[in-house]
T-cell receptor
Framework: KNQVEQSPQSLIILEGKNCTLQ??????????LRWYKQDTGRGPVSLTI?????NTKSNGRYTATLDADTKQSSLHITASQLSDSASYIC????????????FGTGTRLTVIP | GAGVSQSPSNKVTEKGKDVELRCDPI?????LYWYRQSLGQGLEFLIY????????KSGLPSDRFSAERTGGSVSTLTIQRTQQEDSAVYLCASSLSGSYNEQFFGPGTRLTVL
């Protein structure tokens, strides 16, 4: 069964600290994996996308990793800011199919001063 | 506009009434998706359009839900005889064709059924 699981469900950290969010998936055949950021009351916005051959991709203070063998991905946030408070959603795409996206339930991150 | 727009942003309705939710995708995006996001839950796929046709309607939760897309652009999601469990945020996304292409999401419509 194609599934995407994220952990932790929620996380509270102090401003300036680092954190890592996890995503495990069983989606196959795998095409790509995206991390989205969803601010409260807004639609999700893509942060990074990685294909099978990519291990690491950065976008500013966000760094995503992918281990296609163990089917795990992480999103590392460096020097967190208050504006990083949001839900982070892992989305895995199949190679085929009209609707081929599988969404995790997200990690709710709260950065406090 | 530059992004995906949805209207209304908020809708409060009484149980049993019909509602229509509108999505204006990014110009040129042939693929359009509707999702539902209940409080504290992940995104639930509802329906996917490629052009004006809907090759995948598998996510529609019941026959009270329907959607159409005209002119390869605007899409309308209609919920008939609304129930309280329909209360959620309905998100629309559009993209170029192909799984590698990013889906750009609208701000959503928050539906509350009293």
């Amino acid at each position: 069964k194609n599934q995407v699981e994220q952990s932790p469900q929620s996380l509270i950290i102090l401003e300036g600290k680092n954190c890592t969010l996890q995503c495990n998936y069983t989606v196959s055949p795998f095409s790509n994996l995206r991390w989205y950021k969803q601010d409260t009351g807004r639609g999700p916005v893509s942060l990074t996308i990685m294909t099978f051959s990519e291990n690491t991709k950065s976008n500013g203070r966000y760094t995503a990793t992918l281990d296609a063998d163990t089917k795990q991905s992480s999103l590392h946030i460096t020097a967190s800011q208050l504006s990083d408070s949001a839900s982070y959603i892992c989305v895995v795409s199949l190679q085929t199919g009209a609707n081929n996206l599988f969404f995790g339930t997200g990690t709710r991150l709260t950065v406090i001063p | 506009g530059a992004g995906v727009s949805q209207s209304p942003s908020n809708k409060v309705t009484e149980k049993g009434k019909d509602v229509e939710l509108r999505c204006d995708p990014i110009s040129g995006h042939t693929a359009l998706y509707w999702y539902r996001q209940s409080l504290g839950q992940g995104l639930e796929f509802l329906i996917y359009f490629q052009g004006n046709s809907a090759p995948d309607k598998s996510g529609l939760p019941s026959d009270r839900f329907s959607a159409e897309r005209t002119g390869g652009s605007v899409s309308t999601l209609t919920i008939q005889r609304t129930q309280q469990e329909d209360s959620a945020v309905y998100l629309c996304a559009s993209s170029l064709s192909g799984s590698y292409n990013e889906q750009f999401f609208g701000p959503g419509t928050r539906l509350t059924v009293l």
